[in-house]
């Protein structure tokens, strides 16, 4: 049994505490409202966030400092836009050492950090080469009822990631290790961008052609961006890359594509989030891809078009027929540059 602090009461935290419960781990799960600490000891369930029942050994603070208290391993899965207020916080009251592990999607805007890299710069005694990123298509719903999952856990500590692999994996949870650590953060976060891209085709009105068109070149897009900064294109082949892609794009249960859904049907922005009432990832990342595209000088078009629906309010139908009128080209040409650029002699 190991001591496990979760850090994040929402639809996804709650879900990873009941896997680590399952697994006969001592697990507290940190909010920081008071109310929905009490709720969940009292009624060992979570209803605004996941249709589950909370096992008993499951104790929910509102204290970060009673939450982390002992424990071995700490699991942060805030949203990204609350990562360094609440690593600033979890430097300040940590007293031993403990393996961080986050399973939060997302890219700071403006800083264009990933969420390990903004761990290890609020936490001074905790190296970015030893934090831990989980990382897949795990609906939380799903997960929270025990039905087949599988994600993937990667470090360039390799002992850290072995480590996380054995607290999660069970026989409804199976996890994978991964040493393509830039990889399987930017698949987990970029995918929700073309997500985004999905549910505003479903509120067109656009059928099945057009949406698998979107999830194809956006992952495109997604290993155009991830090989300029040292992933593995072949990274994007698995489960933080067209795992979580075809989960995310295509099931009702994502927040990005009932988000874009409703873009999709008319409503703006801030209508859109009001209404979600939940951190919608995909938003922010949107912003900081751009910013990332733009830095790095990568090519993606559908990035560019949602930006400018979020951000420039273009009509979502003007930025379909921008994308279906570009210039032609050969579907192979990010292929065959990606092989000239590492394989030739």
Request: hydrophobic share 40%; proline share 3%.
């Amino acid at each position: 049994m190991t001591k496990v602090a979760v850090l994040g009461a929402g639809s996804w935290g709650t879900a990873l505490s009941i896997v680590l419960a399952d697994n006969g781990h001592d697990v507290r799960l940190w909010t920081h409202r008071y109310e929905q600490a009490e709720a969940i000891n009292q009624t060992h369930k979570n209803e605004q966030y996941l249709d589950a029942d909370i096992p008993e050994q499951i104790k929910a603070f509102h204290t970060l400092d009673k939450a982390v208290e002992d424990v071995s391993a700490i699991i942060i899965v805030v949203p990204t836009k609350a990562i360094r207020e609440v690593c600033s916080e979890l430097a300040k009251t940590v007293k031993k050492p403990a393996t961080i592990v986050h399973a939060t999607k997302g890219i700071e805007p403006e800083s264009l950090k990933r969420v390990s890299q903004m761990i290890g710069e609020e936490m001074a005694d905790y190296n970015y080469e030893d934090v831990v990123v989980l990382s897949g298509p795990s609906h939380a719903e799903e997960v929270g009822k025990r039905q087949p999952t599988t994600v993937t856990v990667s470090s360039i500590n390799s002992k850290n990631a072995a480590f996380a692999q054995d607290l999660f994996i069970n026989e409804s949870f199976r996890v994978y290790t991964s040493n393509d650590m830039v990889g399987i953060e930017l698949g987990g976060a970029l995918k929700n961008i073309i997500a985004l891209g999905a549910g505003i085709s479903d509120g067109l009105g656009y059928g099945d052609n057009a949406k698998a068109a979107l999830i194809t070149r956006g992952l495109a897009e997604i290993a155009r961006l991830g090989a300029s900064l040292g992933a593995s294109p072949l990274t994007f082949l698995g489960l933080p890359g067209v795992g979580d892609l075809i989960v995310t794009c295509t099931s009702h249960h994502s927040r990005n594509w009932r988000a874009g859904n409703l873009l999709g049907k008319g409503q703006k922005i801030d209508e859109v989030l009001e209404q979600m009432g939940m951190v919608v990832e995909g938003v922010r990342t949107t912003k900081a891809a751009y910013q990332f595209a733009t830095a790095q000088q990568i090519e993606m078009p559908i990035t560019e078009g949602l930006y400018d629906i979020l951000f420039n309010d273009k009509k979502p139908k003007d930025v379909v027929e921008q994308l279906m009128n570009r210039n032609k080209r050969d579907e192979m040409d990010d292929i065959t540059s990606f092989l000239r650029a590492n394989f030739a002699e």
